[in-house]
């Protein structure tokens, strides 16, 4: 199972745009991590959000966590062209299991 | 350099033939996992360790093995009984039970003969 369910799951903007990404799951959660993922590469890790956290910011990334809602937001600010890449939601369970969620594809048009 | 290391890059596998990939790190961390990733998919949990000599089994774990007899190390076997093998596979580690961030391998492309 994906415990993670990402929004859209794919995504082109124009190079300055913010770009927007969601992320939903199911069970309760110790924190929720975002990654960047180039093509036919390993993850990359963006930001970590613990539980007991509703939103932290890095550089142009911003994340959001609703818990309530069992839902996440992770927000670019003025995308560049290597922005273009998948971006996972992962989230780690209360037995420590980290699942991903199946990505947003993102591309950043010139 | 301080890193996890996956080997080899690209595997290929015959028929009923059992293949191990490799997984080492030398970051002290504790926890240590295995992702299956299909193309234009997400990552799928295979199976993951938190301590030596224990780990538990993922989403996907029919068809594979794992052992964690030294921190550093975490080998996947694919076995025969693992039907659709082909896949990219990843491995990462972590600090803290994994209640860090993962730091990944860049990965092993296996592919069937």
Redesign the interface.
């Known amino acids: ?2 415990q993670g369910e990402e929004d859209p799951q794919a995504l082109s903007i124009q190079e300055g745009e913010n770009a927007t990404m969601n992320c939903s799951y199911k069970t309760s959660i ?2 929720l ?1 975002w ?1 960047r993922q180039n093509s ?6 963006l930001i ?1 959000i613990r539980s007991n956290e509703r939103e932290k910011h890095s550089g142009r990334l911003r994340v959001t966590l609703d818990t309530s809602k069992k839902s996440s937001s992770l927000l670019i600010t003025a995308s560049r062209a290597a922005d273009t890449a998948s971006y ?1 939601c ?1 989230t ?1 369970d209360r ?9 947003t594809r993102l591309h950043i048009l010139p | 350099d301080g890193g996890i290391t996956q080997s080899p890059k690209y595997l290929f596998r015959k028929e009923g033939q059992n293949v191990t990939l490799s997984c080492e790190q030398n970051l002290n961390h504790d926890a240590m996992y295995w992702y299956r990733q299909d193309p234009g998919q997400g990552l799928r949990l295979i199976y993951y360790s938190q301590i030596v000599n224990d780990f538990q089994k993922g989403d996907i774990a029919e068809g594979y093995s794992v052992s964690r007899e030294k921190k550093e190390s975490f080998p996947l076997t694919v076995t025969s009984a693992q039907k659709n093998p082909t896949a990219f596979y990843l491995c990462a580690s972590s600090p803290n039970r994994g209640r860090e961030k993962l730091f990944f391998g860049s990965g092993t492309q296996l592919s069937v003969l």
């Not at chain 1, 036919?40 to 890790?45: A, D, K, S, T």
């Not at chain 1, 037995?95 to 991903?100: E, G, L, T, V």
């Open positions: 199972s994906q110790n924190n991590q990654y036919g590469r390993g993850l990359v890790h970590l996972f992962a780690q037995d420590d299991k980290i699942i991903f969620g199946k990505g």
